[in-house]
């Protein structure tokens, strides 16, 4: 069963508490991404991670940190979270570049 | 770097018509043209993609077309149905790179 699982699916905090989003995968695929979508501006990647231990800045890092100890899941990390980061955040994985991109759910995270 | 613009943000159709969604991108090394559905609530669901060895691509009731010179791609939904009603969003990528660069999306609506 092909999937992406993302916990929790809604999440609100504090502003300037930290946050952690969790996201799991059953696909053994190598790559897997965080994006956040914001009403207008469509999916923006925050982080890739290539593989355990292996991650890359997207175009929106900033205030974000991510950790992937095991390949089959990828964690997103607000330290002392921002208003500004209230978004509907996407995890996702591939197989391979320039293939099919497998989506979670989502988490709708709201700072008060 | 690359950017995606889709060009309808809205968009109603009668069920049993064609709908259109029409992309532009700019980086002319762009060669993965993907499309995805994203129903309410959910997250984003691949439904179709292109490569940029082809200028046509059929699917069922889904046509993507290609044209290169123009650097504009597009989703035509024949026969819609009302479970066709959700937001399309257009990608682009270049063969070397792992991104996914996404449209701001298009609402689609199917009326009975």
Partial sequence: DMKVTQMPRYLIKRMGENVLLECGQDMSHETMYWYRQDPGLGLQLIYISYDVDSNSEGDIPKGYRVSRKKREHFSLILDSAKTNQTSVYFCASSFNRNTEVFFGKGTRLTVV | ?112
């Fill in chain 2, 1 to 112: 770097g690359e950017k995606v613009e889709q060009h309808e943000s809205t968009l109603s159709v009668r069920e049993g018509d064609s709908a259109v969604i029409n992309c532009t991108y700019t980086d002319t090394a762009s060669s993965y043209f993907p499309w995805y559905k994203q129903e309410a609530g959910k997250g984003l669901h691949f439904v179709i993609d292109i490569r940029s060895n082809v200028d046509r691509k059929q699917s069922q009731r889904l046509i993507v077309l290609l044209d290169k010179k123009a650097k504009r791609f597009s989703l035509h939904i024949t026969a819609t149905q009302p479970e066709d009603s959700a937001i399309y969003f257009c990608a682009a990528a270049s063969s070397g790179s792992w991104q996914l660069i996404f449209g701001s999306g298009t609402q689609l609506t199917v009326m009975p």
